[in-house]
């Protein structure tokens, strides 16, 4: 359980404002479910964690439509966005009014072998299936054994963000 009392009361508004100077990169994570829905959403919260294993972490609201796919077993991608990709930022981020597979028209997406959903002229695509996840205050975080890793030949910088704006970087 989340023991919310360790927080003094003044101090949810400044971790929401700390919080906002956590420069990251910006990626979408996107899955297929059974029913053949494509979900994806916009999330910086996304971490490298181990070599071996080749593994990630993504932390998803459980509120967002996403996170409910991300059960044990599970394929997903992670999307790292280039710098003339913040159109698509907005649009997974729930900006742009659209949701679901509408989302999809924006940026160019094909399917891989096993059918994750995987964007074109990202910096990188990773495959992931999930392994495990927790649930942990309003979020979902989810590790990803990665299955298989998309890169293509650019030279476009990453896409980061901070403090509610967007840089390129690298
Ligand atoms: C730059 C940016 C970063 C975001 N990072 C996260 C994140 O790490 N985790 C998360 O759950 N939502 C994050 N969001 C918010 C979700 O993308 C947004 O709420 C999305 O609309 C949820 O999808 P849904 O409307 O289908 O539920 C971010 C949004 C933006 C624009």
């Given at each position: 359980m989340t023991d919310t009392s360790l927080m003094k009361a003044t101090g949810a508004g400044?971790?929401?404002?700390?919080?906002?100077?956590?420069?990251?990169?910006?990626?979408?994570?996107a899955l297929q479910d059974p029913d053949g829905n494509l979900l994806g959403v916009t999330a910086t919260a996304v971490c490298s964690l181990s070599a071996e294993p080749p593994s990630v972490i993504v932390c998803i609201n459980q509120s967002s439509s996403?996170?409910?796919?991300?059960?044990?077993?599970r394929l997903f991608s992670v999307s790292v966005l280039s710098e003339h990709q913040k159109e698509i930022?907005?649009?997974?981020?729930?900006?742009?009014?659209?949701?679901?597979?509408?989302?999809?028209i924006y940026g160019e997406w094909?399917?891989?072998?096993?059918?994750?959903?995987?964007?074109?002229?990202?910096r990188a695509c990773l495959e992931c299936r999930v392994d495990d996840f927790i649930d942990y205050g309003t979020h979902r975080a989810a590790v990803g054994a990665?299955?298989?890793?998309?890169?293509?030949?650019?030279?476009?910088?990453s896409l980061i963000f901070v403090n509610g704006q967007y840089f390129s970087v690298g």
């Open positions: 400044r971790f929401k404002q700390a919080m906002r100077s956590l420069a990251g990169s910006v990626n979408v994570v996403l996170a409910r796919g991300l059960q044990v077993g930022s907005e649009a997974f981020g729930g900006r742009k009014g659209v949701a679901g597979r509408n989302r999809f094909h399917r891989s072998e096993d059918n994750v959903p995987i964007l074109h002229g990202a990665v299955t298989d890793v998309h890169l293509e030949e650019m030279d476009d910088a």
